[in-house]
């Protein structure tokens, strides 16, 4: 269960020039927040099906991330080739396919749990809250998210793992193919389709 959850989760190096500030930062709650979603959504399980655990993450995934900024970046320098409606959709198809992977990776419950690193790094005006994810019997991994502000909030504007790619530069990759192929409306069907068969 949790190799599936870490495949939608990439880590990215970080700079060894980091300003370090003390973890009271708002960016932390926004990821304990996201935490504390998913350890419920784990423990609803298999009884809650699928679409009980979207309903318990839906809200949270609202509020800890910037979906109409990660759809932009993933989307790339297309995207301000693309009508308004067709950002529109792409924004409501990528917050319906987090969703659902999210759902669909955290599915159960077997003991897991989050720490969280005492620090968080400033990497320009993003903020990056280091985590391990910790499963009985397996190898802790790493998680950690980069976080703009928007609106006076912390949001969470993409995932990290393992000091690899970040899971933004692969969206940018998979959906950049897909755009080449067919445009807007081809990722929007994609997207549709990734929501529909998460996981």
Do not use: C
Not at 78 to 98: E, H, N, P, Y
Not at 137 to 157: A, D, M, Q, T, V
């Amino acid at each position: 269960m949790m190799n599936k959850a870490i495949a939608i989760a990439f880590m990215l190096g970080m700079s060894s020039q980091a300003a370090v500030v003390h973890a009271a930062d708002p960016a932390s709650d926004t990821v304990q927040t996201l935490q504390n979603g998913l350890l419920a959504i784990m423990k609803a399980g298999a009884p809650a099906g699928l679409s009980g655990r979207e309903r318990l993450i839906l809200p949270v995934i609202d509020r800890t991330f910037d979906i109409p900024l990660m759809t932009r970046l993933a989307v790339g320098p297309s995207w301000t080739s693309i009508g308004a409606a067709d950002q529109a959709k792409l924004v409501s198809a990528f917050r319906d396919m987090t969703i659902a992977e999210y759902a669909s990776n955290f599915d159960g419950y077997s003991g897991e749990r989050f720490t969280m690193a005492a620090q968080v790094l400033t990497r320009g005006s993003d903020k990056l809250v280091r985590t391990t994810l910790i499963s009985p019997g397996s190898n802790p991994e790493s998680l950690n998210y980069r976080l703009r502000e928007s609106g006076g909030k912390w949001k969470i504007i993409d995932v990290y793992y393992r000091n690899s790619i970040s899971q933004l530069a692969t969206r940018r990759s998979d959906f950049a193919t897909v755009l080449k192929k067919g445009g807007a409306k081809a990722l929007i069907s994609h997207l549709e389709q990734l929501a529909a068969k998460p996981g």
